[in-house]
C-alpha cells in the first residue's frame, strides 16, 4: 500500500504519484491515465476502454478483409 498526499497546483488539487508507481504503469510526464470505478473502490490506470474497443473494431475488419488487405499491400 503506498499513501499519497493531494497538493495545490494552481486553482486545482492534484495528486503526486511516486516513481515506483509511474514506472510500474509504464507512463511517462504527459501521458493519460483513466480514472474508473470499480466494485471495491477506484483504479488508476493508462488502460483505455475507448481505445480497446476501437481496436477490437479494427482486428475485425482486419480479419475479415485479409485478402484484400494482402492485395492492397502489394
Not at 495528486?15 to 466494485?39: F, H, I, M, N, Q
Amino acid at each position: 500500500m503506498v499513501k499519497l498526499k493531494l497538493t495545490q497546483v494552481g486553482s486545482s488539487t492534484g495528486l503526486v504519484l511516486p516513481k515506483e508507481v509511474l514506472t510500474r504503469l509504464k507512463v511517462v510526464k504527459g501521458d493519460a491515465l483513466y480514472l474508473t470505478e470499480s466494485p471495491d473502490g477506484f483504479r488508476i490506470t493508462p488502460y483505455d476502454p475507448e481505445f480497446e474497443e476501437d481496436m477490437a473494431i479494427a482486428r475485425k475488419v482486419m480479419r475479415d478483409n485479409r485478402d484484400a488487405l494482402r492485395e492492397l499491400a502489394k
